[in-house]
């Protein structure tokens, strides 16, 4: 059972805007500002999209944001492309020696 | 540019040792902290463990603590992961990340293929 909790899918269509869940606990997503996501296409390996809630590394487009309320944080892709269709996870800090917990994973598919 | 190569998986028996290695370039290896995280066959990810970038502290996920090492040769800008007592459990990719900062990795590597299984 993963750490933290995120809808097995989601979808939408291109142009429009979806938001994915990841919920944790007080000891953990909700403790820290430092909840990421990561974008998983198919057969590579993830890479980073959002880190500390809200900020997005150099290159990733601003169609993608971040935001946090309590223990619940969230992923929005607004104006869907094709090529949005991928894993997700999100991702928190929860202490120096307990490392990063992970969420399930959402599979996005773009319709 | 920044790369992570991993390498060292295969198929290993139950109760079984493998040696994962990392080789690093583009960035001062030294200056970060780095990190293994797996992924099961059509599942999710889960970190597996971390070094600072002295090489002190370490630290390991539940499932594996007491089974696998981590280490690093900054000379080398390797990291790696010794595996012993394999499970079955334990068949993953797993992936070579660096650390940006509090368990967020900027950067990972290709994966690397570990199957546990007689």
């Known amino acids: 059972q993963s750490a933290l909790t995120q809808p097995p899918s989601a979808s939408g269509s291109p142009g429009q805007s979806v938001t994915i869940s990841c919920t944790g606990t007080s000891s953990d997503a909700g403790a820290y500002d430092h909840v990421s996501w990561y974008q998983q296409h198919s057969d590579k390996a993830p890479k980073l999209m959002i880190y500390?809630?809200?900020k997005r590394p150099s290159g990733v487009p601003d169609r993608f944001s971040g935001s946090k309320s309590g223990n619940t944080a969230s992923l929005t892709i607004s104006g869907l492309h094709p090529e949005d269709e991928a894993d997700y996870y999100c991702s928190t800090y929860a202490g120096s020696n307990i490392g990063g917990l992970f969420g399930g994973g959402t599979k996005l598919t773009v319709l | 540019e920044v790369q992570l190569v991993e390498s060292g998986g295969g198929l290993v028996q139950p109760g079984g040792s493998l040696r994962l290695s990392c080789a690093a370039s583009g960035f001062t290896f030294s200056n970060y902290e780095m990190n293994w995280v797996r992924q099961t066959p059509g599942k999710g990810l889960e970190w597996v463990s971390y070094?600072?970038?002295?090489?002190?502290?370490?630290y390991y996920a539940a499932s594996v603590r007491g089974r696998f090492t981590i280490s690093r040769d900054n000379a080398k800008n390797s990291v790696y992961l010794q595996m012993n007592s394999l499970r079955a459990e334990d068949t993953a990719v797993y992936y070579c990340?660096?650390?940006?900062?509090?368990?967020?990795?900027?950067?990972w590597g290709q994966g690397t293929l570990v199957t546990v299984s007689s």
């Open positions: 500390d809630v809200t």
């Open positions: 070094i600072s970038e002295s090489g002190t502290p370490m």
């Open positions: 990340a660096r650390e940006l900062r509090y368990y967020t990795f900027d950067y």
